[in-house]
Structures are given as C-alpha cells and as structure tokens.
C-alpha cells in the first residue's frame, strides 16, 4: 500500500504492484523473486530517505489463466458430490502436505473432518437451521477457512502450470462442488434469520 | 459487485483512507554494504509453526512469532477470506522468500542469513501503539542482538 508507506515514512520502500498476499510477486517463480529481492536491496544505496521507487512490473489480480486442477470422479454415489469430492481429494492433499511438511488446515478443524463439515453444509443447502446443524457456536467461519485450505493446497499439488492471483479462490468456489454447497448454504442462511455476522464472511466480500 | 481483494481501486481508497499516527521524521541510516550484511526477514503474514497457537481474529493481536531459519513447517495466520492464499499454499518464498535469502548468502550477494525471522500481524490497532511501544522494539531487540544489519519486511 503506497499511501500507508508515504504517510508513515518508511525509510526505503518498494512499491510492487501486485495483488494481496504475493509480496514476491509470483509463487515458484525465482527469477522474478530475486528480481523484486534486488530492486529491494537496491534501496539500501540511497544516500537520502525516506524513499519509495516503484517496481516496473505490475501483476493485476484478475484476469490470470483458470487453474487447470481435475475433480476426482464419483466414488460413493450415495454420499452428496461434495462430500465424496472432498473424500477423494484426501489423498492429493495428504502428498501436498507430505512434500510441503506444511499445511494452514488447522483453525477450527483438521484435514480429516472436512468432509464431515461439508455435510453440515449440505443438510444447510436442503433446509436445515444453520444453527441446528452441529457447527460449535462461532466456528463456521473458521471450518469454511480450513474448508478451502485444504482445496487450495491441494490444487497446487494437482495444477498444472503456474498458480495465478486468485485462481484457487476462483478454482474453489466456481469449480469444485464444495466451493458451491458453501454458496448455496451461504445465500441459504442470508435468506433465513441468520446474523450477517454468521453467513457473510464464508465467502469473499463480492461474491453471491 | 466485484470481489474486495481483487479490486485495486477499492484497495487503494481504503489504504488512503486507513487511520494513521503521524511520524516527524524518517528513521533513516546507512547499512553496511550487503554483502557483508546479514538480513532479517519481518512478515506481516501472521505465520507460525505448526501446532503453535497462532494468531487471533481481530486486530488487538500485537504478539510476534519467531521463525527459527531452518523452519518450514509453517501456518498462514492471514485468515481473511478476502485474502488469496493460493500463493503461500505453492510457495511460502512468496511472502516469506526465506529460500531465496539462501540462495543469495550462498552466491555472497547478501553477507549472512539471520538464525531468527519473526511474523506479526498484519492486521492492527489504528494507532499501532502496541507494537510502536511494546512488541515492536522488543522484536528489534532481538534482532539488534543477533547482529542483524537489514531487515527485509514483506507487507501482505
């Protein structure tokens, strides 16, 4: 944010124009990285401060390629297409977390409950009270946050070609039968009595 | 309506618009050449090591992690929902490019890698004083202590 570094004065600054959470620019790509890492450490030769330079390259957060990620197919017919997708993507995420040795699952509930949340959501989408559901009080948000955690890392496993700004958030809630069932409960409980402080966070501000 | 995160012009209006202490002067000074240099990385992506207890929703959270330089194990405490997490699921070096700080020490471009990095919060108190006055010179402290000579902040 260039506003906030000229008004607070930051001695040397570079403004790179990229989307939020890509400070670097662009993931797996070391040769732009070093790039933004150099203009950086460039700023250390000026004589005088407070100084920002701009970086001459701008990513914009839309239009990347669509992520190019396969759904596994149907296993359990008798299990809602969410849950039986989050069920057989199990095993591309636990590879991601075994080449990684790092997940951001974990804030309200771990890998292996994440079907389970799903048909939470599920029972939400065919009519259920969202608060008769099971979800402890509060914890919507943060299941929702471990929801698509688990189907962005494990899309960077299964993706071909570069990862682009905002592409498995789109993957995520345009592409995957789970990203749908938290839309559809999303639009469920803003259509019933539900607190906008319970339903609106589930998705991006912006999104039906 | 278009989606917060992606939207530049929005972003820009609610930084321009964000509440700030003012600053008299810059605190500005000459480092060592760099490539004698060590270099501490400062991220406002919240990360953690696994199992940790992380950060708090909210922005009355001032605490700071220490990321050993060998850790990788490391959690996104960035919970917004309008905030892509894609990029730090396929490469931490994204927002943390403590990989790339290796690569540079190891070619001499840099002097040295520090043996701790820290994460804060990125989201704060309006007047940053808890981190102005309290957590903020402690972090420093440490890194003043460990010899530190630049300090690369990476802001999400």
Redesign the interface.
């Known amino acids: 944010m260039r506003e906030v570094a000229e008004r607070t004065k930051v001695p040397r600054a570079l403004y790179t124009d990229f989307p939020v959470g890509l400070s670097l620019g662009k993931p797996r790509d070391k040769q732009f990285q070093y790039e933004v890492l150099q203009a950086a450490f460039d700023l250390l030769e000026e004589p005088e401060g407070p100084v920002i330079r701009e970086f001459p390259v701008s990513i914009s957060s839309t239009g990347s390629e669509p992520l190019v990620c396969s759904l596994p197919p149907r296993m359990n017919t008798e299990l809602h297409p969410a849950v039986d997708e989050a069920q057989g993507l199990k095993a591309a995420y636990d590879r991601a977390y075994q080449r990684n040795r790092r997940t951001s699952v974990g804030m309200k509930i771990s890998a292996e409950q994440v079907p389970e949340a799903l048909e939470r959501f599920v029972r939400i989408v065919e009519g259920e009270r969202w608060d008769e559901v099971g979800f402890p009080t509060r914890s919507m948000y943060g299941t929702v946050h471990d929801i698509r955690t688990y189907y962005e890392e494990l899309a960077c496993e299964l993706a071909e070609g570069p990862i682009g700004p905002w592409a498995t958030e789109e993957w995520f809630y345009d592409g995957t039968e789970a990203g749908q069932v938290i839309l559809k409960a999303r639009r469920a409980m803003r259509d019933s009595d539900a607190d906008q402080s319970i339903w609106f966070g589930l998705a991006p501000a912006g999104r039906e | 309506?278009?989606?917060?995160?992606?939207?530049?012009s929005a972003?820009?209006k609610f930084?321009?618009s964000?509440p700030?202490?003012e600053?008299g002067?810059?605190?500005?000074?000459?480092?060592k050449p760099?490539n004698l240099a060590k270099v501490a990385i400062v991220?406002t992506?919240a990360l953690y090591r696994?199992g940790g207890d992380?950060f708090e929703?909210g922005d009355s959270d001032y605490h700071y992690e220490t990321l050993p330089r060998h850790a990788?194990?490391?959690?996104?405490?960035?919970?917004s929902?309008?905030?892509?997490?894609?990029?730090?699921?396929?490469?931490?070096?994204?927002?943390y490019?403590i990989d790339?700080l290796e690569?540079?020490a190891e070619d001499d471009i840099?002097g040295g890698v520090a043996e701790k990095h820290y994460a804060f919060a990125g989201n704060q108190s309006p007047t940053v004083s808890e981190i102005r006055l309290d957590t903020g010179p402690l972090c420093a402290k440490e890194m003043l202590k460990e010899g530190v000579d630049?300090v690369?902040l990476?802001?999400?």
């Not at chain 2, 309506?1 to 530049?8: A, P, Q, R, T």
């Not at chain 2, 892509?84 to 699921?89: L, Q």
């Open positions: 309506m278009s989606v917060f995160g992606k939207d530049k972003m820009r930084s321009a964000v700030l202490p600053f002067e810059s605190s500005f000074n000459e480092p760099l991220t992506a696994e992380g929703l990788r194990d490391l959690t996104l405490g960035h919970h929902v309008n905030f892509d997490r894609g990029g730090f699921a396929a490469d931490i070096n994204v927002v490019p790339r690569e540079l840099i630049v690369l990476t802001g999400t």
